[in-house]
RNA sequence: CGGGAUGUAGCGCAGAUGGUAGCGCGCUUGGUUUGGGACCAAGAUGCCGCAGGUUCGACUCCUGUCAUCCCGACCA
């Protein structure tokens, strides 16, 4: 390809817009445009890389045995409302109605067609274990889309399905999309990390995490070190401190004393009143889950999981009770809320359990009391953990200390077992003729994500620097001067040689400064770069590879092998 | 959805106490240049986000609205 045909509008300047690296560089390598908030077109730059990414999913899918289809992004609504998700997407789904008033909507996941497709067409065990998968777009109307394409209102999806007839074999398919998912990030060269997640409103009994460690990753991860153990912080299960470990007689068994704390609310204001850590606290917080009101009881230096607790309470709306409704529960203005007495489900800590005379609210406006402890001075409901993990906290398998990092969410497998079966009738006969609900899973990739992923752990200060893998082309060949015929003959022989090989060349004829060329060559981030110049009367070019500052100086038959080589490195 | 900010040329930005719009880059033309975003000269490019209002007069003041970005909440 002629860089002086090329529609590749680089800009010098970083737009105003873009606040992490992978968006600038997008948008300055011209990669990419934006049509609104959330909403890009990819120019024909961006789209190289974007199919070379769609085309290394599609080979491990094809490899691990999965079938490539195609769905609409469009679809009537009968499908998600037997499935109930019609109502649990709610405004995050793009909704609209035909001309003859049926609701349809822009699919934002497919479960729901794929399980109807198969429905419809498969009757028999026979035809199981199958792994259906698409790359296609889909649409959310996010609340906040962000990062340009890292969390978009329209974005490609790789998302796989699978079938099969029970749980062991559902293990197996899983497996085999783990595996391929191994091998399609690294095959992106992307430093990853693969953790135990929730499955949120997807549903299912266990799903798995890839993520790429990066500061500006939106999930938070905790893992181990020494054991290998990693959930995303929303799963993480938390052990209980044995106690605050504060005081000295921390442990010991004192009777319960009322204490007026005039307008002392907060954890804050009540460490300095008592003069005591945070840790020597429980707080109570009172939360509405629908329309029922529950009570929390945690420590008073953690924060409540609201992922956890949703999950236990499995509800849909989860919000922390207005000022009115937690004074006519507790009795109390906000700040002296506490656990004892309450009429509604009190929902405690492990490692409330644990402490021993702590201090909590009194549930009466101006008091705190003392010396409380679980179980002997306020009635438990149920002892869960639904506290948030943090660094150095105990790690769940082996008790070593916890880290957790920030890393961006690319790809996502779940074990879905039979909720979308069931809810869709999706049923298959067994050797006895029985029907069966099919056991299924569910696998996501996405591609666009994947696509910035990819460039956050790949640049410097001039630009991208491609893996091999996903590069738009592979080496770029940048004569010095264009009305040099010697440096031209040059070059061009070298780009036709190259075209001959197989490699994917561009040549830099552009009546550009050879400053502007080298620019923008590292800014797009060739991984090879071929300069032709001073020396070409002698038949000698510069080799160069993006991810050093090593040049070296080949004839043309060595530059050829060279280029090719490192072309062949994918 | 709460909080904050910003909308002026393709991009980055400046425009006071109100008087009808400018700079740098890019773009076009000519010339000089040519190994890391050249220089000189001459140009072209604007619904000053949109709609009201105040005023003789609004980019500027007021009201509303839309859009975009950031933080948070939420998230498949």
């Known amino acids: ?47 190289r890389t974007f199919k070379k990414v769609e085309q290394i999913v599609r080979e491990e899918m094809d490899k691990a045995g999965a079938q490539e289809l195609l769905m609409s992004a469009v679809l009537p609504a009968e499908a998600y409302q037997s499935s109930g998700r019609w109502e649990v997407f709610g405004q995050e789904m793009f909704r609209f109605k035909d001309r003859g008033g049926r609701d349809f909507c822009l699919g934002p996941t497919h479960e729901e067609i794929f399980t109807e497709t198969v429905k419809r067409e498969i009757r028999s065990y026979r035809a199981l274990p199958m792994t259906l998968y698409q790359i296609q777009s889909k649409y959310r109307d996010e609340r906040r889309p962000r990062f340009g394409v890292m969390r978009s209102r329209e974005f490609v999806m790789k998302d796989a399905y699978s079938f099969d007839r029970d749980e062991a074999n559902l293990d197996i398919s899983y497996q085999k999309m783990y595996d391929a998912y191994c091998k399609i990030f690294d095959r992106c060269k992307l430093d990853y990390i693969i953790v135990d997640a929730d499955t949120g409103a997807m549903g299912g009994s266990g799903s798995q995490e890839f993520m790429v460690k990066s500061d500006i990753g939106e999930a938070e991860i905790a893992y181990c070190v020494s054991c290998g153990y990693a959930a995303n912080v929303e799963k993480a299960v938390c052990l209980a401190d044995k106690c605050c470990g504060v005081k000295e007689n921390c442990c010991a068994l004192e009777n319960i004393e009322k204490v007026a704390t005039p307008d002392v609310k907060t954890i804050e204001e009540l460490t300095s009143f008592f003069n005591c850590s945070s840790k020597e606290f429980a707080k109570t917080l009172i939360y509405k889950a629908d329309d029922k009101f529950v009570a929390v009881v945690i420590r008073g230096d953690r924060d409540v999981n609201e992922t956890k607790l949703r999950n236990y309470l499995s509800c849909i709306e989860l919000s922390m009770a207005e000022a009115a409704d937690v004074a006519r529960i507790t009795g ?11 009429k509604i489900n009190v929902i405690v800590d492990p490692e409330v359990c644990e402490m021993k005379s702590i201090i909590a609210g009194a549930n009466e406006t101006g008091f705190h009391y003392k010396n409380v402890n679980c179980e002997r001075d306020f009635k438990v409901s149920v002892i869960k953990d639904i506290r948030n993990i943090v660094e150095g906290d105990k790690c769940p398998i082996c008790g070593r200390a916890i880290k957790v990092e920030r890393g961006i969410e690319v790809g996502h497998i779940f074990k879905l077992g039979t ?12 050797e006895e003729s029985k029907e069966i609900p099919m056991v299924m899973g569910s696998y996501g990739i996405g591609i666009n994500r994947t696509m ?7 640049n410097d200060e001039n630009g991208i620097i491609w893996p091999m893998a996903v590069a738009p082309y592979q080496v770029i060949v940048i004569p010095v001067k264009i009305d040099d015929e010697i440096q031209m003959n040059l070059a061009e022989k070298i780009y036709g040689d190259l075209q001959d090989a197989g490699v994917e060349v561009v040549i830099d004829d552009r009546d550009e400064r050879p400053g502007v060329k080298f620019k923008d060559a590292d800014l797009i981030g060739f991984p090879v770069r071929i300069t032709v110049g001073k020396r070409a009367s002698e038949g000698i070019v510069e080799f160069k590879l993006r991810i050093n500052k090593d040049l070296e100086e080949l004839n043309e038959a060595e530059t ?5 080589s490192e072309a062949k490195k994918v």
């Open 1 to 47: 390809m002629r860089a002086s045909k090329m529609f590749i509008p680089t800009l010098r300047e970083t737009p105003a817009e873009a606040e992490i690296v992978s968006h600038q560089l997008m948008l300055r390598a011209g990669l990419m445009r934006k049509l609104a908030s959330g909403i890009y077109s990819f120019l024909p730059l961006g789209l």
């Open 332 to 342: 109390a203005e906000v700040g002296f809320a506490g656990p004892f007495g309450l």
């Open 419 to 430: 909720k979308y079966t069931q809810a869709l009738n999706c049923v298959y006969l067994d």
């Open 452 to 458: 910035a992923a990819i460039i956050e752990q790949n």
């Open 560 to 564: 050829i092998k060279r280029a090719v």
